[in-house]
């Protein structure tokens, strides 16, 4: 079982994939089913306790954000998914009813610095505002997950009495030096011409004249900058990428397999203010010009020792928390009165007690 994993964080891997049309064209759409079915039928308290309650719109909103990504990837979420979301959320709450007034202090501290991390993976604020409305969310809505998420854990590290020492990650760290391998990063420009409906279930292709047509008008763009012409002018124009055409097709630095191959293949290819040949993914003809790479190196410790010691206290609190978050859903009396979600999660637990034990887990991801 999975603590404090970071909801806010999953909805930022949400955003993030919708950044670049080469990775996730399909998730860039404002539809909100949770919204649409509270208001069919009510927004119900699903459970019930001392102190909190969680409503369904609280669960569907995780879970439809998490399958929208899972579709637009070609993916499938897991049977238990939904029932893992709430319990996760049963334990936010649970830990916050045992907040102090440092750990809320503690919890806005480390949202604050998610929120600050993140912006730099954007071009500009307002390019990561429009990323989160195209999957359903708001800046207040993002940091207010993440401040409740971070003081949970805080709480959790306190009551568990967590500690991770600078000895500890300097000795993680040595041990673990391949681990702190920077790759090689390209920063770029694209413009995208779609040869797909991503309003649809999946994409479909857009006509055989259509698709014609779009060759054609990229070939005579690549024309036009080779010419002279500013390519981020044009692409403000012309790009059919809803996550970089406002900012001329620029594109946060990305290193290899955060793309489409045929895509990164090319953009690692190409000279600095070099303009690609046209290129064809399953998204559509791009033009790719790159504005400059990043060598790879090595992390440094002083950066790399808060998300060490992040990692390592992950680890504690996975061997040590199933027990006590138990006990403190006891003492809350925590119910689920869904009968469907009820149901569901006795079924969860009678395989969980049928199954074999897992191997350990590694001590920390990448």
Known sequence: MKFIALFSAALVAGVLSAQATTQNVAAQTNANPEAAMAALFGDPAIVKAKGFQIKRSELDEVVSGARANAIAAGQQL?????????????????????ATADDHITGQ????????????????PEAFERQLKAVGMTVADLRGKATQEATAKAALKRLLNINISDEDAKTYYNGHSADFEQPELVHARHILLMTIDPTTRPPTPLSTNTIAAKRKQIEDLRKQILAGADFATLAKEYSEDPGSKANGGELPEFSRGQMVPEFESVAFALGTNQVSEVVTTQFGYHL????????????????????????????????????????????QQVEIVDPNLKSLEEQVEAQAAAAPAEAPAPEMSK
């Open 78 to 98: 897991p049977q238990d998914f939904e029932i893992s979301v709430l319990n996760q959320l049963i334990t936010i709450q649970v830990l916050l009813q045992n």
């Open 109 to 124: 501290q480390e949202a604050d610095l998610q929120y600050t991390n993140l912006l730099k993976k954007f071009i500009s």
């Open 288 to 331: 790719i010009k790159v504005l400059d790479r990043t060598p790879a190196q090595k992390i440094g410790f002083a950066t790399a020792e808060p998300e060490i010691k992040d990692g390592l206290a992950r680890q504690q609190i996975a061997k040590r928390a199933p027990d006590y978050v138990k006990k403190l859903r006891a003492d």
